[in-house]
């Protein structure tokens, strides 16, 4: 990145168009400087001192209902208005004097030093280390501090030479040293102050002029009479300046740094001084290197002492107070960007108007209202500024806002009222380029719907069933106009710790749409009831006025159906078809070389083993079990056997069962073979292992649903190697030099084999689960429609081997324990309904679509998330709720016939605020993910990626369209419900699904898609965003207490490469993985309390566990990694990696919002999306 040098290479040259009215040189006023020193037990503020001496007094604002007094020159004159807008098409005032423009020169911002009158004062430059792109030497700014004053960055240009250095810098952390990988751009930098510049450039810092004058830290001006003369009492008619009232009850106090037993202030050593940046860039005048996506306005402080109608001073050099929205200091401001009051205009920008009068003072000719103020230190916001977190700028002058349909309406009026800092969440607007760090230490927490309390306690939880829209919009029309899209995503069968059961001979649904009864239907009468999808009355039996519960019969309201939004029925005979079916377990296990090899078998039978007593089911529950190689090898498990017996079928492409019966056997009858079997199997195998490397897994597909057709089951397949023999074999279709294009092939199944045998299964009530422990490629691909279109389960454990990979080994025990032990519903089907004028019209997941809304699923189990498209048909007049109904039938283990339901509602709205503000971000981006994958695989992964990009850009760029034209200036404005958006679309681009120009294999890609489509959201979440932890100051503060023992709850940490130290340990869960992740410069305390190990150098690369020890320290961390597993449905791996770990990246790679070789880091994308809403 290159800066703007001055001309002749001389630093602190600024210069800027004439005015109107011809260039005229000003002369220097005499010297004299104005600096308010802080307050006792305030920092001072971060940033330089600008002096600047006036002839004559200084004069405060007025009183309301007072008139501006005029300013008098040295020479006597009265000073007239400044020159009006000429380029606006306004001629200058007749017979009035006009201020003659000044020419600007040289001047040096260092400490002590002041520009000359009439120029202005360069924008300070501010340290920041904990994510900023530039960092100085100095203490670092805290949120904190008393100053209040904000970590701010500048951006990073992207299209400019970078010459400079990166190095590490230490950031605050809870009084720990977090060090963060920033880099200054430009030339290499001196930040400390020095008064390195000639003599000729500094200004001597001299008294007031004025005679018998003192500055007045308390009353913040100069003032006559003796220092602390009069104290409580201002002189008479004077205007009171904006303060507010002393702690001590006395006069009020102005609201910046009080003097300290001098009233020449200047920065905290080691901050930087303002020429960090040159000062044309500074204030705004010549050509800025800075595109103008990155420009900003200056931070402009009110002329507190100029009176309206005088020309545009710069304010009296007290250190400005930057307000929570205040321009990151060293940020050029756009050439086109206009000015702020008080400072010249931009290049090519006329000058100002009048300044705004004071609060409550009428304006003066040609003069625009002054802007409300909002609370806190007493500075105003800036005219046109882009807003900052909770904070929006008042708008333009002569411009229009609906306050009842912009939320920046909503912030004014706030404002107005002085109320800013009590603006709900929900109705702030954020700039997203300056609120980088946008993830909060406390989980994300979807957006309640605004529903009366009583329909707000029975709403669905949104673990079970959420909506992108949490607010309907009652047309399609007003539905394009939000750019958003609307679906609902359902974890139907989710584990619930309470979940109320009804058993009734009588299920109340409506006769209509045949909807069940739910907490959000009406009641006419205590005989009828209105159904809420249809409208429809209906007649309630009288059996649904006896509560199961009291035992009794009363109000219709008092039933569990109505009190409920998620709950089961078991259901009577009419819901059966045939009686219901067992459990049947049938495994089919990959012996060939390959296979043998890895060292699976002997894994999987210890684990089945251990686990078979706990398979869901009851006395009828049969287990088989099915090997290959080049040939499909069947066990008789008859209970009249004393050893199992193994019948080969060579002739895969004809294949056909050996026995009539006793290939699947009961579990309980048969045991004693089933232990025989899984003791011998992994030996079973041996004389064949060097030389049967054939792979006949189509063939024993078919064998498996030949065997269950007339029950139906579970087929479990564990796979290491391609099909190479008999009916569905394929071919290598992966160029390893091809992992890194820009249009990845081979997505889609190079054959429908197993589709086809897929839809064969389901309609026979078999599911199909496959687990994957490939080495090398598999064609994940063409074997995963085995498991998609029966509602079966695709899990892919690359570079499986029991010596080489311990990891893999361990996740894929725990996956299988939860596996074989979670709860399964047999023969299900799942139908979703929803009110008159909605239609459901795409679906996502693993499933069979029997009919236009009726799902198959031939096994339902815990792990298994859907999504579904919502479209809006006709408008929704009929009622200001809207509500989504999901009934699933299913068999249990246990052999009943269960009707589980969930009902969600929603309120209706006409107002496109209401719509924006009900954005649920989670379910928005796991809809999106779905979308894309469905275009990846049909057309391209470029276009899934660019229709990604687009959502987010037309999400945005909606609500930028209820706000004014000055506050999308420069800024990336978002409401509080689409603030994470940009991150999770950026997440997204980066996930292996979808990202571009890294080496990615093809199976992994394939898998990630799966995962995608399938996943509930919360586990999707985990691998979009990870969440990262500082382990190594893990403290009993802030824990939770469970079971009498106290959890701790280190903080959150932004996914950027910033928040690593090497003096740290950072844990990272991804939800498939938990890595801990241990800095060069580790604590040898740490290393011997947690690792058990003396010092960072000997602890072992690749390790996957932690020693148990006793001490706090160990025990904490244990405790920590406990609780995060707990919340998962299985156990992640711990890997532990060393920050010079060669596979370091698996790291790294979650770091989402760090810049690759291939993608924008998230910053950029932020850039990004403010250029394409500008095209």
């Known amino acids: 990145m290159s800066w703007n040098q001055p001309p002749n290479g001389q630093p602190g040259m600024m210069q800027r168009p004439p005015m109107p009215g011809g260039p005229v040189s000003a002369p220097p006023m005499p010297g004299g400087h104005i600096s308010a020193p802080p307050m006792p037990g305030q920092q001072p503020p971060r940033y330089p001192t600008f002096s600047h001496s006036v002839s004559g007094p200084m004069l405060r604002p007025p009183l309301p209902g007072q008139h501006p007094p005029a300013l008098q020159p040295s020479d006597g004159k009265s000073i007239g208005p400044p020159p009006s807008n000429i380029a606006g098409g306004m001629k200058p005032p007749q017979n009035q004097n006009t201020f003659p423009p000044t020419s600007i020169g040289r001047f040096s911002s260092h400490p002590g030093t002041a520009p000359p009158p009439g120029t202005a004062p360069p924008l300070p430059s501010v340290s920041t280390q904990s994510r900023g792109d530039y960092s100085a030497q100095g203490p670092p700014i805290s949120n904190g501090a008393p100053s209040g004053f904000p970590p701010m960055t500048r951006p990073p240009q992207s299209n400019a030479p970078i010459s400079g250095s990166t190095e590490l810098l230490p950031a605050p952390y809870h009084g720990k040293g977090i060090y963060s990988n920033t880099t200054h751009v430009g030339p290499p930098l001196n930040l400390t102050p020095t008064n390195s510049e000639p003599s000729s450039l500094n200004t001597s810092r001299v008294p007031s002029p004025i005679p018998n004058q003192h500055f007045d830290a308390l009353e913040g001006q100069f003032r006559s009479g003796t220092p602390n003369s009069n104290l409580g009492t201002p002189p008479p008619g004077s205007p009171v300046p904006l303060s507010t009232p002393s702690p001590r009850g006395g006069p009020l106090r102005p609201n910046f740094p009080q003097a300290s037993g001098s009233s020449n202030w200047a920065p905290p050593r080691g901050h930087p001084p303002s020429n960090l940046v040159s000062s044309a860039n500074m204030a705004g005048l010549g050509n800025s290197n800075f595109p103008s996506t990155m420009a900003a306005q200056q931070p402009s402080s009110p002329a507190l ?7 545009q001073f710069p304010p009296v050099s007290r250190p400005p107070m930057l307000s929570s929205n205040a321009m990151a200091p060293g940020m050029p401001r756009a050439a086109s960007a206009p000015t702020a009051l008080g400072y010249p205009p931009g290049q090519g920008l006329p000058p100002h108007l009048n300044p705004a009068p004071g609060p409550g003072l009428p304006p003066s000719a040609n003069t625009p209202p002054g802007p409300n103020l909002p609370p806190g230190p007493g500075v105003p916001p800036r005219p046109g500024a882009p807003p900052g977190v909770g904070y929006a700028a008042p708008p333009a002058p002569g411009l229009n806002h609906n306050t009842q349909n912009s939320i920046y309406g909503v912030n004014n009026q706030f404002s107005s009222m002085g109320l800013q800092n009590q603006v709900p969440l929900e109705l702030r607007t954020f700039n997203l380029l300056q609120e980088r760090n946008i993830l909060t230490d406390s989980p994300v927490v979807p957006p309640v719907p605004n529903l009366p309390d009583h329909l707000k306690r029975n709403n669905c939880s949104p673990d079970i069933f959420r909506c992108t829209l949490s607010a309907l919009p009652q047309s399609n029309s007003l539905l394009q106009k939000s750019r958003l899209p609307l679906g609902i995503l359902i974890h139907p069968f989710k584990d619930l710790s309470h979940l109320p059961v009804i058993q009734s001979s009588v299920i109340v649904r409506c006769r209509a749409c ?19 999808l249809c409208f429809r009355a209906n007649e309630l039996p009288d059996e649904f006025n006896f509560d199961p519960v009291t035992k009794s019969y009363g109000s219709p309201e008092r039933r569990p159906e109505i009190k409920s939004a998620t709950i089961e029925f078991i259901a009577p005979s009419e819901y059966m078809l045939r009686p219901p079916q067992p459990c049947v377990y049938l495994f089919l296990l990959d012996v060939s070389y390959t296979a043998l090899q890895t060292g699976y078998l002997q894994s999987f039978c210890e684990v089945l083993a251990a686990e078979i007593d706990k398979l869901p089911g009851d006395s009828r529950t049969l287990i088989g079990f099915i090997t290959y190689n080049s040939s499909v090898h069947f066990y008789n498990l008859s209970e009249e056997l004393s050893t199992p017996q193994m019948h080969v079928v ?9 026995l009539p019966d006793g290939l699947v056997a009961n579990l309980q009858g048969s045991r004693a073979l089933i232990n025989q079997l899984l003791e011998q199997l992994p030996t079973f195998h041996q004389d064949e292992y060097y030389k049967d490397d054939g792979s006949a897994l189509g063939a024993a597909l078919q064998a498996a649903v030949k065997l269950l057709s007339a029950s139906g089951g579970r087929v479990t397949v564990v796979q290491t190697s391609i099909p190479n023999t008999g009916p569905g074999k394929l071919q290598n279709r992966e160029d390893p030099n091809q992992r890194a294009s820009s249009k990845p092939a081979n997505l889609q199944p190079a054959t429908d084999f197993y589709k086809m045998l897929s839809l064969e299964a389901a309609g026979q009530q078999i599911a199909i689960d496959m687990f994957l422990l490939n080495t090398q490629y598999i064609d994940h691909a063409s074997l995963g429609g085995a498991a998609r279109h029966c509602g079966g389960c695709l899990y892919s454990y690359p570079g499986f081997h029991n010596m080489h990979n311990p990891a893999e080994v361990e996740r894929f025990e725990a996956d299988l324990k939860r596996y074989l032990n979670r709860k399964i519903g047999l023969e299900a089907v799942m139908r979703v309904r929803c009110t008159k004028g909605l239609a459901i019209h795409t679906f996502h997941g693993n499933f069979f679509v029997r009919s236009t809304d009726l799902l198959s699923l031939p096994n339902i189990n815990p792990d298994a998330g859907f999504g579904m498209q919502v479209s809006i048909e006709d408008n929704l007049t009929d009622s200001p709720y809207a509500a989504f109904q999901a009934a699933l039938l299913y068999t249990s283990s246990k052999g009943e016939r269960r009707i589980r339901v969930h009902t969600l509602c929603l309120p209706v709205t006409t107002s496109l605020t209401d719509i924006i503000n009900s954005v649920d971000q989670q379910a928005m981006i796991g809809l999106l993910a779905k979308m894309a994958v469905d275009r990846s695989i049909n057309t391209a992964v470029s276009d899934a990626r660019e229709a990604l990009v687009n959502a987010c850009v037309d999400a945005l760029g909606a609500y930028g369209a209820t706000l004014g034209n000055q506050q999308r200036m420069g800024a990336v404005p978002s409401p509080y419900s689409l603030r994470l958006l940009p991150l999770y679309v950026s997440a997204m681009l980066k996930h292996p699904s979808l990202r571009l120009g890294v080496s990615t294999k093809t199976d992994d890609r394939v898998h990630a898609m799966d995962d995608c489509k399938a996943l509930p959201l919360s586990q999707l979440m985990l691998q979009l965003v990870p969440e990262l932890y500082p382990v190594h100051i893990l403290t009993d503060e802030g824990g939770i207490l469970k079971e009498d023992i106290v959890i701790p709850q ?21 939800g498939t993985y938990l890595y801990l992740w241990v800095g060069s410069a580790i604590s040898p305390t740490f290393c011997s309390q947690v690792f058990n190990r003396p010092d960072f150098s000997s602890l072992e690369d690749g390790l996957c566990d932690l020693p148990e020890l006793e001490n706090e320290m160990s025990e904490r961390l244990r405790l920590f990694i406990s609780h995060l597993t707990d919340r998962k449905p299985g156990s992640p791996p711990l890997i532990i990696v060393r920050e010079d770990s060669r596979n370091r990246h698996v790291f790294i790679q979650y770091m989402i919002e760090d810049k690759t070789e291939s993608s ?3 910053y950029e994308f932020l850039q990004h999306i403010q250029k394409q809403q500008k095209s």
């Open 514 to 532: 045949r909807t069940y009864i739910n907490p959000f239907v009406s009641f006419i009468d205590q005989r009828r009831w209105r159904c809420n």
């Open 1160 to 1162: 924008m880091s998230y």
């Open 1050 to 1070: 280190p903080p959150r940490l932004a996914l950027n490469s910033g928040s690593i130290d090497r003096n740290g340990a950072f844990l990272l869960d991804t």
């Open 650 to 658: 060579s002739d895969v492409d004809d294949v056909f069962l050996p």
């Open 305 to 311: 002492y100029q009176p309206a109608g005088q020309p």
